[in-house]
């Protein structure tokens, strides 16, 4: 089995460091590895974000397991040389449609939620979010009006068949939780979201056993923070998962606690912290590495079909989290590396 190692731009490198300590800890036989560059990192390097060495590693792999892309000295390029484009290029080319985002509170981090300990508790939910369409994907430029103004524009659109699949997911993924599936949409004003209720709606009479209901974003993102623990599944658009998936990060703790996966039809996905670069820590010492390294344990369960280590990691984080570890998102004042050392004295 081969993993591609996608360290990037930031904070990717370092929270990368760690989640490779664990995996080499575990000793789990026939796993491989392979290194290749991706963002900023790789535009320096190679004059692009997203450089064919690196698809080819992504292509050849079974699994990829990705740090974070982003870098400010970028921010003015061309759109198609950002860093960003990296992982949204290998989202789109492998077909890695279906984003699943985890946000549980665990309890030994009660204390470090946004919100009162009494309701961040109640957290359990996951975030499906569809990951290959919608307003990210759609046509997109720069024009200038009849007038002589500059005006920027981006084409949101589903097509039934996007919407389909991804609502399978959701249907899947409530079907082995509480059964309990939430469309977020925004269908009072978009046609986008009007045919993405529709679609729930049709695809649901195949899972009569699930309960469908369906939720404004503005009045989801409302909830997430009056009462969170209403949620089991909730599935929704990339734009709109995208945003509601960092705001569940701060209920739970922190965004450095939050992993993901990006999957396909099959078993392949693309595994990484919900968060960014974080330039304003990068270097620094003080990125907290655990949604990575549970984003190794979510690899290992989804895509290499090895529940057991992938329980083992989760536990010694868990552990870990009891004896006091805490970066200073958590509160505390280890360093990255001290919490990955606290996560393998478990181990
Ligand atoms: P960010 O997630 O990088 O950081 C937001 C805030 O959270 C910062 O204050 C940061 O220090 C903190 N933070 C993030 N991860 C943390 C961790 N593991 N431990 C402790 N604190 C952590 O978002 P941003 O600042 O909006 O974006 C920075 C760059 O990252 C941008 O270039 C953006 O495009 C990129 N980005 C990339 C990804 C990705 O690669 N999947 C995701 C989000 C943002
Ligand atoms: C994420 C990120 C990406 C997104 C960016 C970096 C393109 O914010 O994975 O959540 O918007 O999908
Ligand atoms: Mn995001």
Redesign the pocket.
């Known amino acids: 089995m081969l993993i591609a190692l996608f360290p ?1 731009d ?2 990717g490198p370092e ?1 990368i460091a760690e989640a490779r300590r664990v995996l080499d800890a575990l000793d789990l036989p026939g796993l491989t590895y392979e290194e290749g560059l991706v963002g900023g990192a790789a535009y320096k390097a190679k004059g692009h974000p997203l450089p064919p060495e690196t698809l080819d590693i992504a292509e050849r792999c079974n699994a990829i397991l ?1 740090g ?5 000295d970028c921010d003015n390029l061309e759109r198609h040389l950002r ?2 484009q990296a ?1 949204l290029g290998l989202r789109k080319a492998l077909g890695l449609f279906a984003n699943l985002r985890p946000a549980t509170l665990f309890k030994e981090l009660a204390d470090a939620s946004a919100l009162r300990p009494e309701v961040a508790t109640q957290i359990d939910m996951v975030i499906v979010r569809e990951l290959n369409g919608d307003v990210y994907f759609g046509e997109k430029g720069m024009r200038t009006t009849a007038d002589g103004k500059r005006e920027g524009y981006d084409v949101m659109s589903y097509n039934e068949d996007e919407v389909r699949r991804i609502a399978r997911v959701g249907f899947e993924t409530a079907r082995a939780r509480k059964g309990r599936l939430c469309s977020v949409d925004k269908a009072n004003v978009l046609e986008t979201s009007q045919l993405w209720r529709d679609v729930m709606i049709e695809t649901h009479k195949d899972y009569p056993d699930i309960e469908l209901s369906h939720m404004y974003v503005d009045n989801a993102a409302m909830q997430l923070v009056r009462n969170p623990g209403q949620f089991d599944v909730i599935v929704t658009g990339n734009l709109f998962g995208d945003i509601l998936s960092d705001q569940a990060s701060m209920c739970a703790g ?3 606690m939050l992993p993901s996966a990006s999957l396909d039809t099959n078993q392949k996905g693309l595994y ?10 990068a270097g620094q010492g ?4 655990l ?1 990575t390294i549970l984003s190794a344990a979510m690899m290992l369960r989804y895509s290499l079909n090895m529940p057991e280590p992938a329980d083992r990691i989760e536990a010694a984080v868990a552990k870990a989290l009891e004896g006091g570890a805490r ?3 958590l509160g505390g004042s280890m360093t990255t590396q001290q919490m990955g050392d606290a996560v393998l004295a478990v181990l």
Do not use: Y
């Open positions: 990037g930031g904070i929270v990705f974070a892309v982003g870098d400010f860093p960003e992982i922190s965004i450095g990484e912290p919900i968060h960014g670069s974080a330039p304003d820590i003080k990125a907290n590495p949604a970066t200073p998102d």
